[in-house]
């Protein structure tokens, strides 16, 4: 969270008596005016009359933070898109703003959503983007070029750049408006000449001239009186001193207590905390406060005593001290020191664990040093520096992966639990490191490149830290995330943060899956949109369009929307931007599907290369070849897919597709590849894929079937309200689907072992995995690995990938393993995520190659029983001359047999041999035989997988005539 906020009806203090009309007296550069001595631009609202706004037309608000009436002769306003692009001439402005008062400019006409704007003081003819894009308050008519830092432009008044915007005070705000948000300028009207720092987002208020308190005809702050924290605090989540609404109270106060920890700088809180000395201990109230303003904050330094005096407001949930200006008359650094603080001593996490409990605490030094804590959440770290915790030693979980849905006791008792054990753990600052221009390029907290901190990993402490209620205002993924309870070091951390808090290496113990055993390996791997159909070639030799996500560099790095014109956006490819990004993503999935060990995978969200006019396997094609060119020889091969005619149409097809690919020399296909076909539950999602597989050399009646599956998503849809996402239903009737189609496919393949795997999209005590259980599968990962995760989602654990086994597949498992190499990882390490920051943690390891984690399960097939042919030779011997001598070859497709042979005259042995190559010669005794002819038998023994065989000949004896 920035801790600046919507600007105060009234807000210093001083008399509220009008003066004579004061001319506004512009110096030539846009000066910081953190006194509030002079106009500044104090809300911006773009999205006037758009779909959802909540007015209907586009505004700027000026304020006048000053003690008299200020003229707006010889000002305008002008607004310019994000990239610096005209909406018009400026605007000149005229009448005065009063003092301490607001000044109302319609940009837009009125549009059909929203209400209506309160009576503008003047009506301008911009058309905004939503977002904000950039507004200057400048003197004069004429255009004012500007780029970049335009602190010290010659002409302006006052400038604001939204998120995005070529121009700007210093930094770009952190965060874009939006339909219900506007920018809003911190209290007092402060102009530190740093658009991150001075706009937050906050629900429009437009105010005009004449709108009670909107020209100082607010109540004057009462004299102050003396209290102490934790009366200021008070015994609830609000201060009995706080304004409503989150507005400044009217009554001053003067209270004192030490510092225990100051944010600086820009992009900062802009703040500072104190408390009193000693140890904690007022019943239900806290003895600590954050106190508001980058003024008062630069005048201390921890372990000061100070005595300060202003006003109380709640803020995102948090109560915030604001020093009244001249800070500089309404803060003292104490010469006697007050005492030191004792932080609180926090060994069993009970004591903490409801929100009562933690209010209680706010603001206050406390130390966990003694506790144990595991990462559960990573996501937003590379854009807040922003952990999410869970006290315990394994992170919180999704409540449908551990309690079915419709228990409504047990889904009870597991949000119970992840919401008594969830705390977040923050850097100490507010800037964002992601999408913010000075952010992007200042290193990154906590993580590098050798410093992994993954969902899972136990986080030790080293120091206090300050127990907090704090939302981070950032525009990168977290902007829209309520406030939550948080530990703040107590200093901003730099680097990976070792002497706050050290965490676990959990990726050591994942540089290869664990032993499963078996004669081979299936898995399961999520590739995360492997598109070899980049956006530059979409856009440059197919004729499509895309949007970008861009690095700190502007350069593109992978595709954010891609459509052909004729069909509008989601139609084109969503993976990287071009070849050298293609390089990455693939380099990385590569060297995880080479590090399997697998002999089967079931690849999900891989491109449908017929969706770009190419043979539909190109991709998977793309793949086997870079995984061949990697393992140095022919080690893959894919399952080709179906004929045209045995497809959905290609209208139904989705733009991802399921596949398979396997190792030659360890399995071999039996038959063709089939996709369920013409199931309505499967219109709206990726259709069961299934092929036929036997161990390499083994007959067809050896064959296990394996199908792979890619439900429909929980992100689209209608909720049915059980708590299973968008679209529970759906998954139910294709699990029923699936169930149908897998018997037929058994039946086909004239087998009972079935293997189904993928991404079902649904935990595993939810509705569809309940079906699949019920039609006789078993999950097997929780069956056989005690249900490690797959999936990281709002920070809580859970298997959305899952393999299932028929009671005969079942027999053959031998071990399961779910290797944890990308849900546990920031998603700073992906591809996609190259270059946005001045930390490059891009590498080609297998880690973050995806957001799902790959599942392996060793199996051990039958072993393969070879048929012999046994072919003896008819002999002739003459009786008395020599022995009789029969060649005898045994033969058997895929090996050469081994063993002996005997010859039988009936059940008796007359001679034997052995196999050399198959071959053997038996000698029989000489004249055992008489004249005449004999039918013998020629009986293999068997060897190894060879089973024994036999065949007759005829041995002829003749006397020495030949008679």
Known sequence: MSSSRRVGIAAALGGLAVTALTPLLVSSPAHANPGGTGLVISEVYGAGGNNGAVYNADFVELYNPTASALSLSGLAVHYRSASGGSGGSPFALSGSVPAHGHWLIQMSGAGSNGAALPTPDATAGFNMAAAGGQVALQQGTAVIATSGDVSTTTGLVDFVG????????????????????????????????????????????????????????????????????????????????????????????????????????????????????????????????????????????????????????????????????PVTDNLAVLPTSLGEVTPLAVSDWSALDTDAEKEAHESEVVDPTALKFTVSDNYDTNVSGTFGLAVGDHPLVTPTEVADAQDAAAIAAAKADNAARAIALDDGYSGDFF???????????????????????????????????????????VSGDPAQWTLEPLAQVTGTGDDVVSFSDTRADNLAPKQVGGDIRIATFNV?????????????????????????????????QCGYASTGAGDGPRGAA???????????????????????????????????????????????????????????????????????????????????????????????????????????????????????????SDAFAVIVNHFKSKGSGVDDGTGQGNSNPDRVDQANAL?????????????????????????????????????????????????????????MDGSLDHVFASPAAKAWVTGVDVW???????????????????????????FRASDHDPEVIGVDLPEISYTPTVDAADTTVVFSKAAAEVAITVTADGVVPTGTVSVLDGDQVVGTGTLVDGRTVVTLAKKSYKRGTYTLTAAYSGGGRVLPGTDTFTLTVTNPAGQ
């Open 820 to 846: 944890q190499i990308n849900a546990q990882e920031s998603v700073a390490y992906e591809y996609s995520r190259y270059n946005y920051n001045a930390t490059l943690l891009y590498d080609d390891s297998p």
């Open 739 to 795: 169930v149908g189609f897998a018997n037929g496919v058994a039946g086909d393949l004239h087998t009972d072992k079935v293997f189904l795997t993928g991404d079902f999209n649904a935990y595993s005590q939810e509705d569809p995995i309940q079906v699949l259980e019920g039609a006789g599968y078993t999950e097997l990962n929780g069956a056989f690995n005690g249900g490690e995760s797959t999936y990281s989602f709002d920070g």
């Open 162 to 325: 939204a998120t995005g915007a070529s121009s700007f005070e210093k930094a770009a705000t952190k965060s874009a408006a939006t339909a219900t948000q506007s920018l809003n300028r911190t209290a007092g009207g402060i102009d530190t000449n740093d658009n991150s720092a001075d706009f937050a987002l906050a629900a429009p208020t437009p105010t005009n001239s004449g709108t009670p308190g909107g020209g100082g005809d607010e109540p004057p702050p009462t004299a102050p009186i003396d209290a102490t924290i934790a009366q200021i605090e008070g015994t609830t989540d609000t201060s009995p001193y706080a304004g409503a609404a989150g507005a400044l109270g009217t009554q001053n106060l003067t209270t004192q207590g030490v510092v225990t920890a100051t944010y600086t700088g820009s992009g900062s809180f802009n703040g500072f905390y104190l408390q009193t000395p000693g140890t904690p201990d007022t019943p239900g109230a806290s003895d600590g406060i954050f106190v508001f303003g980058s003024q008062a904050a630069a005048l201390v330094h921890r372990g000061d005593s100070v005595r300060i005096t202003g006003r109380v407001q709640e803020f995102n949930g948090l109560t915030e001290f604001s020093v009244n200006t």
């Open 528 to 560: 995360l949109n492997y598109f070899p159909t980049t956006g530059d070639e979409f856009v440059n030799q197919l004729g499509g369009k895309c949007t970008f996500y861009t690095d700190r560099a502007g350069n593109n790095i992978a595709t954010n």
């Open 578 to 700: 071009d070849a050298a990004n293609l390089k990455r993503q693939q380099d990385k999935i590569v060297h995880a599907i080479n590090t399997l060990g697998a002999s089967i995978v079931s690849l999900e969200e891989i491109e449908n290369s017929v969706k770009f006019g190419k043979d539909r396997d190109y991709a998977l094609s793309t793949l086997v070849d870079a995984l061949n060119a990697e393992a140095g020889s022919q080690v893959w091969a894919f399952a080709p897919s179906p004929a045209a005619a045995d497809l959905p149409s290609l209208a139904e097809q989705d733009v991802i597709r399921t596949a398979f690919i396997y190792k030659p020399a360890a399995v071999t296909l039996v038959g063709a590849s089939h996709v369920l076909v013409g199931s309505q539950p499967f219109a709206s999602a990726r259709e069961p894929l299934a092929q036929g597989f036997k161990r390499a050399g083994a007959p067809d």
């Open 435 to 477: 999408t913010n221009t000075t952010g992007k390029n200042t290193p990154m907290p906590w993580l590098t490149l050798d410093h992994s901190v993954r969902v899972g990993a136990s986080a030790t402490f080293h120091q206090p830290v300050i127990l907090d209620f704090r939302k981070k205002e950032t525009s990168g993924t």
